[in-house]
């Protein structure tokens, strides 16, 4: 079985490789577009989850088999590679128009018939200060779909879709829109793989309630009987100052083709992350 997968994933990369040279002949637009985007170990995901607070704040603990991916079109046009860490305005915070994974035969029971659910949400809803109504879900489908072609950024990635036919996302996709002067908001992409059962029945057949705000991840697991996150990614949006907490004046260094700063100022402001560890240990395993 293992083999078998690790035999088709090998398939895909190469047709992977056959694609995206076609693509470089015959469309140079396209190629110029996008930034110079390069893979992240699944060991500086963990640590930038680590650096920003997530883990253990809003994540008990995160140990990614998978390097997880979404893409987006940043302010000035260009494709571009959603690192952990990237602040991002508003405006590139639309849906990213790409998933993708690398090294998915890391995974424990995958096949290739397997489903996976993606969800993003908000960590510091209404503020990191007071995250009142934490998590806020802004997205969440299941029935993703490993794809044979590249990601059209990373091409080491496989995208992941979701089937026109199968595509009843539980929670359509809303864009964040952070109030102003509520500092830093870490936004969470997070994939994890799909029990068989919700192949042919959506979350509300296990009584996923379709409220957004103060959403459990540990009780949302244990309902819908999901293991351990595979992959997640972050990016911030910087709403301003929230009394000396959360200016960020972080740069996208995604857009320079580069990936290693982009976390390092993102550490918890002291206070609040003592507190809600302590608070919210016990409710928050991933
Ligand atoms: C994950 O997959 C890659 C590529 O197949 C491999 O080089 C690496 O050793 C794997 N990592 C783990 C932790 O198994
Ligand atoms: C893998 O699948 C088996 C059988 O469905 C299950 O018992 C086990 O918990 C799964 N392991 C993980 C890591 O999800
Ligand atoms: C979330 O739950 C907390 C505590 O139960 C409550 O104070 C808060 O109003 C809730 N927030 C939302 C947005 O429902
Ligand atoms: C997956 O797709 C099937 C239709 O093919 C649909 O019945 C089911 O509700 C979908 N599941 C999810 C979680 O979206």
Known sequence: MYMSLSNMLGLALSSCALVSASASSTDDTMIRRQVNANSVSTADFKSRFEQSGIVPEVIAALDPAVSFYASYKTSTGQDA??????????????????????????ATNITTSTRYLIYLLDADAP?????????????????????????????????????????????????????????VHRFI??????????????????????????????????????????????????????NGEGTSGQVDTVAQGGVTAAASGLSSPMYPAALTALTLAARLMV
Do not use: C, K
């Not at 990237?86 to 998915?104: D, G, H, K, Q, R």
């Not at 997205?139 to 059209?152: E, I, R």
């Not at 409220?211 to 709403?239: C, K, Y």
């Open 81 to 106: 590679l959603l690192v952990p860490g990237s602040t991002l305005t508003v405006a590139e915070a639309a849906f990213p128009f790409e998933f993708s994974v690398e090294n998915l035969g890391n």
């Open 127 to 183: 503020s990191r200060n007071d995250p009142s109504a934490r998590n806020l879900r802004h997205y969440l489908a299941g029935n993703y779909t490993l794809s044979n072609t590249p990601s059209s950024v990373l091409p080491t990635a496989q995208r992941l879709f979701l089937p026109s036919a199968a595509s009843f996302p539980f929670t359509p996709y809303q864009p964040p829109q952070p109030a102003a002067n509520t500092g």
């Open 189 to 242: 992409y997070a994939l994890y793989t799909q029990p068989p059962q919700f192949n042919l029945a959506n979350f509300d057949s296990v009584g996923m309630s379709p409220e957004t705000s103060n959403w459990s991840l540990p009780e949302w697991r244990m309902q819908l009987g999901l293991g351990p996150a595979i992959g997640a990614t972050f990016f911030t949006i910087d709403t301003g100052a929230n």
